[in-house]
């Protein structure tokens, strides 16, 4: 295999494991292990790490290998203060648009529609991981239809620490439910064309994620993902 495709293959499971929590924060990561699970020379993994420290998901070290970047409190307050400031504005122009556009107005119904579905469902792996694709989807049709496109890219290059952290959140006690709600209510907010309910409900949910999250930071025990405390 040559080694582009071999560092493309080490960086795709490196980021998945990465983002769902399979890999620590704080975790250190040998080059040389890394090598042996995926049969790689070393010139592959250098240049997953390299990747993946572009996305602010690694640190690198020296040249024996990286460290998961860990989660601090810091950082999730800075995350979300961004991401509020922006997905706030992004769901208001949405809303506006969806007035005029019968397709993004279709996407935004099936959404919907399917969270109503599952919301009546009892709690499964199948349901948690259908839940995470409509999350996406919501997600990639607010990044589609915000008219800006500097605003688009801003939260889409968000991405990545925004589903880190989604997974921290969701370790915790009735979180997914909760969530699934507040979908709905932008979805709803988004539906009547109400930009202002829905940068409201859009705030509503973020802030409550980021207090969940900064919960299970704090206080790690009742957290199903190992967290590493930073507080700077």
């Known amino acids: 295999m040559a080694a582009g495709s071999k560092g493309e293959q080490v960086y795709e499971q490196l980021r998945q494991d990465i983002l769902n929590g399979i890999l620590s924060p704080g ?15 070393r010139t592959p993994v250098r240049q997953a790490f390299l990747r993946l420290e572009g996305e602010g998901l690694v640190s690198l070290i020296d040249r024996q290998g990286a460290r998961v970047s860990p989660i601090s409190i810091k950082s999730v307050r800075d995350l ?3 991401r509020i400031l922006l997905e706030s504005a992004a769901t208001r122009m949405v809303a506006e648009a969806v007035v005029q556009d019968a397709a993004a107005r279709q996407q935004f119904d099936d959404v919907a529609a399917e969270l109503e579905k599952i919301a009546e469902e009892p709690p499964s792996d199948a349901r948690r991981d259908r839940f995470y694709e409509l999350a996406e989807r919501y997600d990639q049709a607010v990044i589609a239809h915000t008219r800006n496109a500097q605003l688009a890219r801003s939260i889409a290059d968000l991405r990545p620490h925004t589903e ?23 979805c709803r907010a988004i539906l009547a064309g109400d930009g202002a309910a ?3 409900a859009c705030t509503r949910h973020l802030s409550q994620t980021q207090k969940t999250i900064l919960d299970a930071v704090v206080n790690p025990q009742g957290s199903a993902i190992a967290i590493d405390l930073v507080t700077a």
């Open 164 to 186: 880190r952290l989604r997974n921290i959140a969701h370790s915790q006690p009735d979180r997914m439910d909760v969530s699934l709600s507040e979908h709905l209510s932008v």
């Open 27 to 41: 975790q250190s990561l040998s080059a040389i292990d890394v090598g042996a699970r995926f049969s790689a020379s």
């Open 198 to 200: 829905a940068a409201a």
């Open 80 to 82: 979300f203060e961004l």
